[in-house]
C-alpha cells in the first residue's frame, strides 16, 4: 500500500532546525564548509536516514557536475515535497529525523505534527483529517510511537 504523506521540511524549516542540520553538517565540512558524497552518506549513518534506491540516485545526481555541497544544497535534501507518494521507508525516515529532537528515540509529540502540517498551509480540516490516527497512538506525555504508526499504516 501507498499513502499520500504531506509532511514538508524544506522551505519552512525552522531556525532552531536549521541549527540542527548546522551541527550535524559542520560534524562532516570540510575547512571550505561543504560535504562530499562520503560525508552525506555518514551524516545519514549518524541520524539513522535510510534513504531508499530513488533517494539513492537523487543524492548521487548531486555531486555528478561537482564533488562538493554547500549547507544550502544539504538543506534542500531533507525537503519532502508535498503530494507525491512516498513508501513506508520514506514515512520512516521523515519522521526519524523529526524524532531526533526528542531525546525518547522514536517517539514523536502530535503538536510537532500539527504544527508542521499547518507551517505547510493545510486547513484545520485537513490537519485534524491527518492527525486523528496519531491522536488514537498517543500517551500521556503528547507523544506517539512514529514507528508503531508506519507500522500499523503500510
Do not use: C
Not at 1 to 20: A, D, F, L, P, T
Not at 97 to 105: A, G, I, N, P
Amino acid at each position: 500500500r501507498e499513502y499520500k504523506v504531506i509532511m514538508s521540511m524544506g522551505s519552512k524549516i525552522q531556525e532552531g532546525h536549521k541549527k540542527y542540520f548546522r551541527e550535524i553538517f559542520n560534524l562532516q565540512a570540510n575547512a571550505d564548509r561543504k560535504i562530499d558524497y562520503k560525508g552525506l552518506l555518514e551524516i545519514f549513518n549518524m541520524v539513522d536516514f535510510h534513504p531508499n534506491e530513488k533517494q539513492h540516485e537523487e543524492f548521487k545526481a548531486l555531486f555528478e557536475n561537482k564533488e562538493f555541497i554547500d549547507f544550502n544544497e544539504f538543506l534542500k535534501i531533507f525537503t519532502l515535497k508535498s503530494n507525491d507518494y512516498y513508501t513506508k521507508t520514506d514515512v520512516m525516515n521523515a519522521f526519524r529525523l523529526l524524532s531526533k529532537e526528542y531525546e525518547k528515540s522514536g517517539w514523536i509529540k502530535v503538536d510537532r505534527v500539527r504544527e508542521i502540517l499547518k507551517e505547510m498551509g493545510l486547513k484545520e480540516i485537513e490537519i485534524v483529517h491527518l492527525t486523528t490516527q496519531l491522536q488514537n497512538l498517543e500517551k500521556e506525555d503528547g507523544m506517539f510511537s512514529f514507528e508503531d504508526f508506519v507500522n500499523d499504516s503500510f
